[in-house]
């Protein structure tokens, strides 16, 4: 998953709007905005946190400085603990070229002490977009670890995974109905990448991303072909 890889699979897929998510961190974040300049791929800084209730939550935002500064607060709510590369491989940080400059030695496979409305509300007073992660999984998703998607949690959009499509989900799930829907590969890996998710959007921000999914404007999202907006 070196930029540059990444970048010229999502030229492949036709892709032209990209998120990074790293788990817990979001130290590669810099090298992939860099690899993107010019590329006509906009990439929007982020990161997948997992709360102490052990549910992921995507968290997005426009600006490096942005990501960097919530990147410190996630860093101060999780445990003081090494990682164990001999379970969980080396934490590389690498350059715009791919290259290695650091490796993060802290265990970011993890829980931060920070609670799902902790998380949401924070990304929003740092003008940043939080949308569950992968909420058809039977782990790490809002509904399988809490039960439900609370009424006062303020999202508009939530992500499926892979393994649905958004008929399916909303048949599995009828609270989804109100919330709108995106889909994305989660990517680990470069074959994992995919083309579902289309944003009608005036520009690649978190506030057109957010009225998007909020349908209005004239602003909208699909997934799989199929208008995936919310019954508001």
């Not at 036709?14 to 130290?27: I, P």
């Not at 929007?44 to 968290?59: A, D, K, N, S, Y």
């Not at 649905?164 to 009828?174: D, I, N």
């Not at 709108?180 to 009608?200: F, I, N, P, Q």
């Amino acid at each position: 998953m070196l930029p540059e890889f990444i970048l010229e699979r999502a030229q492949e897929l036709g892709l032209d709007l990209l998120a990074v998510t790293d788990h817990n961190s979001a130290e590669n974040v810099a090298a992939m905005l860099k690899a993107a300049q010019g590329t006509g791929i906009a990439v929007l800084p982020g990161m997948e946190v997992q709360t102490r209730e052990e549910v992921h939550l995507i968290c997005l935002f426009d600006t490096l400085e942005q990501v960097t500064y919530w990147q410190e607060l996630v860093y101060a709510h999780l445990p003081r603990l090494k990682n164990k590369e001999n379970v969980f491989g080396t934490q590389v940080v690498l350059n715009a070229e791919g290259e290695a400059v650091g490796t993060n030695d802290r265990l970011l496979a993890t829980s931060a002490s920070l609670s799902v409305d902790q998380v949401v509300q924070r990304v929003r007073d740092l003008k940043g977009l939080c949308i569950p992660s992968h909420v058809d999984r039977p782990a790490y998703s809002l509904i399988a670890n809490l039960g439900f998607i609370p009424p006062d949690l303020e999202v508009v959009g939530v992500e499926i995974s892979h393994l649905v499509g958004p008929k399916e989900a909303r048949a599995r799930f009828p609270q989804l109905e109100q919330y709108s829907l995106v889909a994305s590969g989660d990517a680990h890996r470069l074959k994992e990448m995919a083309r579902r998710t289309t944003l009608k959007m005036d520009e690649p921000t978190v506030a057109e991303l957010a009225l998007a999914l909020a349908g209005t404007g004239g602003r909208g999202v699909w997934v799989d072909g199929i208008q995936s907006l919310g019954v508001r």
